[in-house]
């Protein structure tokens, strides 16, 4: 199976993976291979933003989905995620 990354951004900063998984699965109907937040290097806190995997199959409905979904009182942004760049 083929996976396709969602960057989900405007997260609360008490958004758990855990919930971030469960609100995708529920709102959007499709399976969450993985969820993940990025949480600042030194502090250990959310950046406010996460990303999430789904089959390449359920990618289209799940972004359709989500668009405009709120999640403690804030819009998230999603979008499918670019390719990292390397920063040097």
Do not use: C
């Not at 399976?31 to 289209?60: H, K, M, N, P, Y």
Request: proline content about 1%.
């Amino acid at each position: 199976m083929v996976l396709k990354t969602i960057y989900v951004g405007n997260l609360p900063w008490s958004t758990t993976e855990d919930e971030l998984a469960s609100v995708f699965a529920e709102k959007s109907g499709v399976e969450v291979q993985a969820s993940r937040i990025i949480t600042d290097r030194e502090t250990g806190r959310s950046r406010g933003f996460g990303f999430v995997e789904v089959a390449d199959s359920d990618l289209d409905k799940a972004l359709e989905a989500m668009q405009g979904t709120e999640l403690g009182g804030r819009e998230l942004v999603v979008n499918e995620a670019r390719a990292r760049q390397n920063h040097f």
